[in-house]
């Protein structure tokens, strides 16, 4: 019994050491490391894995944890690069920030329902809760049914942030935990509205118009479309060795290339 | 020399399995209690705000989602699974049971996530229609859950009745019973504890079921205040909010683990305490047989 338990506690030990080591040893420049947003996280692992492709030996770590743990990780040192997925706050302006892509929110309701348009504040209204019914803003007599994303969820964030100055989606919200998820329930309920990332609207949803402004990539790179955000890499003064390198990959037209296929619009 | 070598050997994997639990036991644990000692014991479990960003966590509105989940799904499955047991313990000809048997085992084996795709194509939007709400809501969940949990509750029921000895039917039938009087009046009591296990451990399925239930149940964090109303349960909870989840937040959803593993434990403990005493002509409820098993324990 003591025998066996120590036998599946030492593989549980090894199994987890070798999970932490993940590409430690070697290389005398060291890895680099990217640490924050988790919405930043799929696409800062597509240009690693691109890079890394490029110029084997270098060695990358993206890790998770949230725009402010990318910030407090840029800061501390902990990570050479930190990924954001929001503007900076005041107080974070000591880190340098390096637009690298931008992503636009786009609020979705279903084909049939026929509104087209919603303003700022009815977007606010719905998401909030006040709204209750579609009729309050001009469209079919059926009650509103919202759709949001998990807490934690950097979508949900950004949107909370840009939509609804910071304040929460309503609690009676039903809640799913993927984009496809979203579009899905949106898809299959003439009732239902949400919000996904601007790149992954398909025609099972529609996109509504933000006070008369088409919801695509070009009104976001006009400037004209208000619900986007950019995703950031910070450091702490200006960039150096491989981070700089990287960054130089990530800018460069392969790199932006790279978003652009994933749905995302590129930094310029 | 040899035989004694597989014997360890496979004593080894046995315990392994034991060890196995206790690890998973100290990791939720050791993960989970810290937030649950910060937050307090009483404001997490019976807190109505579930704010993980802002450090709030009450998890109230989800152990009301699980319980009435749970009931919901008793409340369908039980009646259905118990008339489908009698009737292939006691009333089917042998070879429809022998199609029957089989057909109902495989319903178990197919993948919960199925299980919610039909329910997000067809009993959702049906609910939406014709009831009103949103339409993933408490009702689609238990309905879900309801015919999930028939295979688990029918089987172990099957057994139970089947262990009724034959000798017992044939007395109430010689005393002139019919054959519905006997197996209303004879087999089912006799069968009781079987039964109750059989109960509890649909619950505990019903209670642990994720998949299905994040994809019908809508996930509100709130209370229901109708049963066409969204709902999120405790396992809902965890598995919705783990990917992006990271240290306190990360920490709260093992806690609302250890909420579960209690609750879990708890159930099956019951039915096996349910099951261990088969046929003992009391009248004390199950409950007094626990309260019983525990002082003597105790001592």
């Not at chain 1, 084997?56 to 770590?61: E, R, S, W």
């Not at chain 2, 015919?147 to 688990?152: A, D, E, K, V």
């Not at chain 2, 593993?261 to 005493?277: D, K």
Request: include cysteine; hydrophobic fraction near 50%; aromatic fraction near 6%.
């Amino acid at each position: 019994m003591k025998r066996s338990l120590s036998v599946v506690a030492f593989a549980c030990l090894a199994l987890g050491a070798c999970k932490r080591d993940g590409g430690g040893a070697g290389n005398a420049q060291g890895p680099l490391t990217l640490a924050g947003s988790t919405s930043v996280q799929p696409f800062a692992e597509k240009w690693s894995e691109a890079y890394s492709a490029a110029h084997p030996g270098a060695q990358i770590n993206v890790q998770g944890g949230g725009s402010t743990a990318g910030i407090k990780a840029a800061q501390t040192g902990a990570a050479q690069i930190g990924t954001v997925s929001r503007d900076l706050k005041a107080d974070e302006k000591s880190l340098t920030p390096i637009v690298v892509a931008r992503d636009g929110i786009a609020i979705v309701v279903n084909p049939a329902n026929p509104i087209t348009d919603l303003t700022l504040a009815q977007v606010k209204a719905i998401f909030s809760g006040q709204a209750k019914s579609w009729k309050e803003l001009g469209g079919i007599d059926k009650p509103l049914n919202v759709i949001t994303r998990e807490e934690g969820s950097g979508t949900r964030g950004a949107f909370e942030e840009l939509a609804l100055g910071g304040s929460k989606v309503a609690t009676s919200a039903l809640v799913q935990d993927s984009t496809g998820a979203v579009r899905e329930m949106v898809h299959g309920d003439p009732a239902a509205i949400g919000y996904i990332s601007l790149g992954l609207v398909n025609d099972q949803v529609k996109a509504v118009k933000l006070a008369g402004v088409d919801a695509t990539e070009a009104n976001v790179v006009a400037g004209k479309y208000p619900l986007v955000r950019p995703f950031l890499f910070v450091t702490q003064g200006a960039p150096t060795g491989t981070a700089k390198d990287f960054i130089a990959y990530v800018l460069s037209p392969a790199g932006q290339e790279l978003v652009r296929k994933e749905g995302l619009i590129p930094a310029q | 020399m040899r035989a004694a070598l597989v014997r360890r050997a496979l004593q080894m994997i046995a315990f392994s399995a034991i060890g196995v639990l206790a690890l998973i036991t100290v990791f939720i644990v050791r993960e989970g209690a810290p937030v649950l000692y910060k937050t307090g014991v009483g404001h997490f479990l019976f807190g109505g705000a579930w704010r993980p960003l802002e450090g709030e966590f009450g998890i109230w509105p989800m152990i009301v989602g699980s319980t009435v989940v749970t009931i919901g799904a008793l409340a369908i499955g039980v009646p259905l699974a118990l008339a489908c047991a009698i009737v292939l313990a006691e009333l089917a000809p042998p070879r429809a049971r022998a199609l029957l048997k089989p057909t109902i085992e495989l319903l178990a084996g197919i993948p919960s996530v199925v299980y919610g795709f039909m329910g997000v194509v067809l009993l959702v939007p049906w609910i939406r229609e014709h009831l009103g709400g949103p339409g993933p809501s408490v009702l689609a969940a238990s309905v879900i859950l309801g015919i999930m949990i028939m295979p688990t509750i029918i089987g172990i029921s099957i057994d139970a009745l089947q262990a009724v000895p034959r000798s017992y039917r044939e007395g109430s039938r010689a005393l002139g019973a019919t054959e519905w009087q006997t197996i209303r009046m004879v087999v089912l009591p006799a069968a009781r504890s079987g039964l109750v296990a059989a109960v509890i451990l649909g619950m505990g399925r019903a209670l642990g079921e994720t998949m299905a239930v994040i994809m019908v149940a809508g996930n509100s964090v709130r209370v229901p205040h109708a049963i066409t109303d969204p709902v999120r349960t405790l396992t809902a909870n965890i598995a919705l909010e783990m990917g992006y989840a990271s240290g306190d937040h990360a920490r709260a959803l093992f806690a609302t683990a250890i909420v579960l593993f209690v609750i879990v434990m708890a159930l099956n403990s019951l039915a096996s305490l349910a099951r261990r005493r088969p046929r003992r002509r009391t009248r004390r409820p199950l409950w007094r047989r626990a309260l019983g098993a525990l002082s003597r324990g105790a001592r």
